[in-house]
């Protein structure tokens, strides 16, 4: 696995998903507040409701199961599988599919949450703008991997 993937969803992608979690537990309310524009005649519930921070500090351990996976699988397969390329190849595929799929789901079900605000950008939260610009800063290189960018591919380099 090059160094410019490896890196990426290594480090860079647990990184950002261990420092949401940290985020959410030291300050949930914010977090659950912060995801979407509020209509101005309906702020935000305070306290947060019971059900609320568990929903949001459980979608933030879930986050950072994912970042440490990746962590975990792809140092694996560098390391054990260094001299089978096609094999480390399979092994990765088989991660970063599913992870390509999340990210379209999530940017997908994120905009379809936000209803008719959802092309309303000037609206958008930074917390919403910073989701969005960091998933796609994920998606992008799971493209690329997938389109063979800056990597050995079997079916074409062997």
């Not at 519930?45 to 990746?70: D, K």
């Amino acid at each position: 696995m090059p160094d410019f993937y490896y890196a990426l969803f290594a480090f860079y992608e647990p990184a950002l998903t261990l420092l949401g979690f940290i985020g959410a537990l030291h300050d949930p309310e914010t977090t659950h507040n912060t995801q979407a524009p509020w209509p101005v005649d309906s702020p935000p519930p305070t306290p947060l409701p019971r059900a609320s921070l568990v929903t949001i500090v459980q979608l933030a351990h879930v986050c950072a199961l994912m970042g440490l996976i990746n962590f975990f699988v792809l140092t694996a397969a560098r390391k054990h599988l260094a001299s089978q390329v096609a094999l480390q190849e399979k092994i990765v595929r088989a991660l970063l599919i599913p992870l390509l799929i999340g990210d379209v789901v999530h940017l997908y079900v994120t905009l379809w949450a936000l209803g008719d605000e959802r092309w309303d950008v000037a609206r958008w939260t930074p917390m919403l703008w910073t989701t969005i610009i960091i998933g796609l800063t994920l998606m992008i290189p799971r493209i690329m991997w997938h389109l063979g960018v800056w990597r050995y591919m079997d079916s074409r380099d062997s």
